[in-house]
């Protein structure tokens, strides 16, 4: 078997591999798709940080991030190795076997830099989103807009393609443009807001944490997460832990079976998702309605405007919008190279 060592994970282990035993812990870690060389990692671990980066943002998706770092169909693959063998191993003790079976070795480097980018940014994006929002919105607008150019040059036959990226942009306008509603508390519904929350993380142009405002939910799970220990809080987030989990795993199958034997259409909703989700990210903006949630004031309805004069800060904010979109290809021309290099020396070996 030929080990995979590029920074995007890939190989899966044979069964016939998996099933030898005993295995050691280095040979299962071995099995485990993903980099190899440390070098490798790092880049990873990178790509990852620039995910997390953009979690961070309200409306602005992990998942555009995977595409553009090229990364995207070994996320969801190593998301849907967590599968009923791996259950098996796991209840059966096997440990070795489970991990030969996952896909850690491209996650952990992946979360790793995720969790690093939510914890060193989280302050400092939620400043930049306060104090300079239009800047910063800005900023994302160019990369969205330049990632909407990437991920539809994969978009192979337009025609067959052209009504669901229409249904896409339909969709996803509609999703960034809806008030947050009063619902229920009721425990089936915690773990419904988990499933939906997390499955749009790994979907570009739609936000996780957006949705779960739109679900009136957003204050009740950060309130939770915010004091752990009092009273409730406990239940709610295993409720939607929960809930993340079933729709983590249920739904990266479904989306890796549409990406194998309809990856044209697929290609053409997610990008439809992206281009209509630029409406939150327009950087202009006129506040409708807003609400106090936990402590802090919140805009809940907002409409998209044209600046009121085009002065200096009118025109950084553009200049922002083309450093935006230039990062993009940037970033692309760099996870090209980086795979092409690590390709030439796996050949060489």
Request: with cysteine; aromatic share 10%; glycine share 10%.
């Given at each position: ?116 980018a939510i ?89 996780g944490s ?138 060489n070996m």
């Amino acid at each position: 078997m030929q080990e995979d060592h590029s920074g995007s994970g890939g190989v899966t282990a044979g069964a016939d591999e998996v099933k030898k035993a005993p295995l050691t812990w280095a040979e299962a870690w071995r099995l485990s798709s993903g980099p190899a060389a440390s070098r490798d990692m790092a880049v990873l671990s990178a790509k990852g940080f620039c995910m997390g980066a953009a979690d961070i943002i309200p409306g602005v998706s992990g998942g555009t991030i995977a595409f553009v770092t090229g990364i995207y169909d070994n996320l969801v693959d190593a998301i849907a190795s967590f599968d009923a063998g791996f259950v098996r191993a796991v209840l059966s003790l096997n440990f070795k076997e489970a991990l030969a079976r996952s896909h850690l070795r491209f996650l952990l480097p992946l979360l790793l830099g995720i969790g690093t980018a939510i914890v060193s940014m989280a302050k400092l994006m939620h400043d930049l989103m306060e104090h300079h929002p239009v800047p910063t919105w800005s900023l994302f607008f160019g990369l969205i807009a330049a990632s909407i150019i990437y991920i539809g040059k994969k978009i192979e036959h337009w025609p067959s393609a052209a009504p669901l990226l229409a249904l896409g942009i339909a969709g996803a306008y509609i999703i960034v443009g809806l008030i947050p509603v009063e619902t229920p508390d009721a425990w089936w519904f915690i773990i419904l807001c988990g499933m939906i929350a997390i499955c749009a993380m790994i979907l570009p142009g739609i936000s996780g944490s957006f949705l779960l405002l739109i679900l009136g939910k957003y204050a009740y799970v950060t309130g939770a997460v915010k004091e752990p220990f009092a009273a409730g809080s406990i239940q709610i987030l295993l409720l939607f832990g929960l809930g993340c989990v079933v729709g983590i795993t249920s739904f990266s199958r479904l989306l890796r079976f549409f990406l194998k034997h309809y990856h044209n259409l697929t290609m053409a909703v997610l990008t439809g998702f992206m281009i209509g989700a630029m409406r939150k990210v327009w950087p202009w903006k006129e506040t409708i309605r807003q609400e106090m949630i936990n402590g802090k004031m919140k805009t809940l309805e907002e409409a998209n405007i044209l600046p009121a004069s085009f002065d200096s800060s009118v025109f950084f904010a553009i200049f922002l919008m083309i450093v935006g979109f230039l990062a993009v290809f940037i970033l692309e021309r760099f996870s090209e190279a980086s795979f092409e290099e690590t390709s030439k020396n796996t050949d060489n070996m």
